[in-house]
């Protein structure tokens, strides 16, 4: 019992030390760590978002690609005939397909 008043006299000396500023630590300690909404889940929750952001664009430039290949397709067939004579081993008539390997 002593040591506990020896510490709280302590504590009473320093003039920055009472009970608004242990709760505003205890409270700022549950914020950033502990809280369902904590600083560190939000940070966390921020990343993810940017990381999100990265792959909305990486996909919307995907997009924007495979519709200018598909607009060359629909309207030039001589570029839809390299396109199926190279993906599907397509041929004209009268030809012949040779498959070289590597």
Known sequence: ???LKLLYIKLKQNKWINKYTITLVIFA???IFFDS???IDRYKAYRE?????KE????????RKDQEFLDAIQSDTEALE?????EYKMKGENEDVYIIKE
């Open 56 to 63: 909305i664009e990486n996909y919307e430039e995907k997009i």
């Open 37 to 39: 909404n904590s600083l």
């Open 82 to 86: 390299k396109f199926a004579r190279e």
């Open 49 to 53: 978002k940017q990381e999100l952001k």
């Open 29 to 31: 300690i549950i914020i």
């Open 1 to 3: 019992m002593n040591k």
